[in-house]
């Protein structure tokens, strides 16, 4: 049996590429849900308290 052969850079390259779009489309989505617990807090306090219960940072909604 045989296997197909990958260009070693060609497999990085992709693989680089792949993580990237993944990193962008998880912050995107950190920023959306900072938001939207933004909208939803009751106050400044709660909505301190809810995105550290989250692990979310404030600064994230700004990457939109």
């Not at 060609?10 to 933004?38: D, F, I, K, N, P």
């Not at 909208?39 to 709660?46: G, V």
């Amino acid at each position: 049996m045989t296997q197909a052969k990958r260009s070693h850079t060609t497999e990085h390259g992709w693989s680089a590429q792949a993580r990237q779009a993944e990193q962008l489309r998880r912050e995107a989505e950190a920023g959306r849900a900072v938001l939207t617990v933004a909208s939803h807090s009751t106050d400044a306090n709660e909505c301190r308290e809810l995105l550290e219960m989250l692990g979310l940072e404030p600064s994230l909604a700004r990457s939109r």
